[in-house]
């Protein structure tokens, strides 16, 4: 019974750091996916600027 009493914690502690884990992992690819569309808005403004100017050269 006292092995029964420790092991609950454990469970415990172990699905919140699964869950805090998979939360922030979820938030780094959001902040990801938006870094990259940011990167992608700027390399394509830089394009089509170029394109106006004149110049091939990115």
């Known amino acids: 019974m006292n092995q ?4 609950i914690p454990k ?3 172990s699905v ?4 805090t884990g998979f939360f922030s992992s979820t938030i780094k ?7 990259i ?3 992608e808005a700027v390399f394509y403004d830089r394009i089509t600027s170029n394109k106006i100017i004149g110049t091939g050269h990115l």
């Open 29 to 35: 690819a959001q902040e990801l996916k938006l870094m």
């Open 4 to 7: 029964y009493n420790s092991s």
């Open 11 to 13: 469970f415990i502690v």
């Open 16 to 19: 919140f750091l699964i869950v």
């Open 37 to 39: 569309k940011i990167n």
